[in-house]
């Protein structure tokens, strides 16, 4: 019985992780499918969130939902200045030259956030206290519900904008032949700084959700990054449930492994299930294959 | 090619002689690192600048160099030379096996590939405690010796480093400006042209991808010997981000280029103490800001700013002349 528990809790705290690897791998699948750029800083974009939360509700002392607004609002203009600034001039640039760009811009954030706030690990306060609440032999925290509905929130936002409305499914156009979009009348530029500022925002969001459970610092988006990006190659780059699949799935094999085997080992885990896809599948578990085109 | 051997020549007569000038002391300490570093970053840059394939794990082959000499000669008293080989030959196997996987991915797939890879083999340094000590690291590795000469001095270690530095240059430069240089150059610019015009497109990716491999491993080996303490520290991401900056400011393609990157990043954090804190701000701007005005890097894009500063200036006297 003792086994079934702890199976159950490991599964529901690595559902909750793997959630927030799902919101930080559309980021990285929503630029990619705009830009085919991978986009190496999105995971700075969810340190943003918790720190800046962290800045404008513990330092500045504002309310908790004020502070949250703000600092996904920060960094989501972070994002389109980021877009504006490196990425736009050189929009036809090598895989290579942009990968390197992305880089620095993600080393860049990274090393302003540390000269702003030092390198010291923060603890943002739980949203609704914490008390933890028993499901059948398993804890877990009311943060744990937050980052449940939060993430459902933001799933069915992004499928209802990029099926239901006029710029949503431009972007989708966009991803499937810029040419042709263009076109058409779409302002493909446009369309590109919006992908930009939508994945900065949802990586801030997830990082807002999760920074109550795992504390925050200015270097926790290397690995969130990292985490968020496997599941979106396992999710076969797709803006839809591929990649939440994928997230849920690194994040529950991540806390059985951590839990059951070793936790030392447990970053290392979503590293080799990457590895693993990429040389096996890298069209994702969902993806179908395409051809390269020369 | 006259052109080339003199360039060499004077380089390695600059190489020579500098301690002569300095007197020894610290400075001699970090030109050891510089050349260290310039045997990393020109493996590298054979892979990214001439073959155009992008590795983020760099970091691993050095420190996998590193710890298979710390452990063998530490832990089991082997001969340092011995395990210097054995450190090369077992880095050049891992690299060549992996390679076949691994350098089917392109562009941004390549980066994330070989970027997790250098994170687990990160991890496994600081894991597995009881070979490699942990995040507090391995000591008392040995310095290498010859004919009862040990190399325990800065002066000593300068001579021996910068003689495999300049040989890994001078391997390097014969390989660029041969048949597989440019048959790895076609392959950068198109793999497809490359594989039609009679290149094997997969084999000599993965070939490039051992000898960078074996250079890694080879500073790694010097790294531990000379230092003679390691920790996964020295290992890390930033380490192969760090690389990738000295290849990018140095210039793609270009093995003075890759020196000269080396030996900017190593000696800017001894100039500035201050520069501890804000080096990876510097890094980033630099790797952004570089990309986008000079993508030659310094050796190219240097002569080309000066260039046209030149003709700006001639174009501002005759225009004075005229009125």
Known sequence: ?294 | MKRELMKFLVFAAAVLTAPLFLKGGYIVNVLVFVGIYTILAVALNLLLGLAGQISLGQAAFFGLGAYISGVLTATHAANPWVAMVIAVIAVGAIAFVLGFPILKLKGHYLAMATLGMGIIVYIIFNETVDITGGPSGLSGIPNLSICGVVFNTDMKNYYLVWSFAMATILLSLNLSASRIGRALRAIHDSEVAARILGVNVRLLKVQIFTVSGIFSALAGSLYAHTVQFISPASFGFNVSIELLTMVIIGGLGSIYGSFLGAAILTLLPELFRTFQDYDIVVYGTVLIVMTMFMPGGIVRGVPLLARSLLVRVKAVRSSEKRV
């Not at chain 1, 159950?8 to 919101?23: H, K």
């Not at chain 1, 996904?72 to 389109?80: P, Q, S, Y």
């Not at chain 1, 925050?216 to 396992?234: N, P, Q, R």
């Open chain 1, 1 to 294: 019985m003792e086994l079934i528990e702890q199976l159950l809790q490991y599964t529901l705290s690595g559902l909750s992780t793997g959630a927030i690897y799902a919101l930080i791998g559309l980021g990285f699948a929503i630029i990619y499918n705009s830009t085919s750029i991978i986009n190496f800083a999105q995971g700075e974009f969810v340190m943003l969130g918790g720190m800046l939360t962290l800045f404008f509700h513990v330092t500045l002392g504002l309310y908790l939902p004020l502070a949250v607004v703000l600092a996904i609002a920060v960094a989501t203009a972070v994002g389109a200045l980021f877009e504006r600034l490196a990425i736009s001039p050189l929009k036809d640039a090598e895989p290579i030259i942009l990968v390197i760009i992305t880089i620095g811009g993600s080393i860049l954030i990274r090393g302003v956030a540390m000269l702003l706030w030092g390198k010291d690990t923060h603890a943002l306060p739980m949203f609704s206290g914490d008390e933890p609440i028993i499901l059948l032999g398993a804890a877990i925290m009311p943060q744990n519900i937050w980052i449940f509905g939060v993430t459902l929130i933001i799933i069915t936002a992004n499928r209802l904008f990029f099926h239901h409305s006029m710029s949503g499914k431009a972007m989708r156009a966009c991803s499937f032949n810029r040419v042709a979009s263009r076109l058409v009348g779409i302002d493909v530029k446009r369309m590109i700084l919006f992908s930009f500022a939508i994945s900065s925002a949802m990586g801030a969001a997830a990082g807002i959700i999760i920074a109550p459970l795992t504390m925050t610092s200015y270097d926790v988006g290397v690995m969130l990054g990292l985490k968020g990006f496997c599941a979106a190659i396992i999710g076969g780059m797709s803006t839809g449930m591929g990649t939440v699949a994928g997230g849920l799935i690194v994040g529950v094999l991540e806390s059985l492994g951590a839990g059951l085997i070793s936790s030392g080992y447990k970053d290392a885990i979503a590293f080799i299930i990457l590895l693993v896809i990429l040389l096996i599948r890298p069209q994702g578990l969902f993806g179908k294959g395409e051809a390269e085109r020369v």
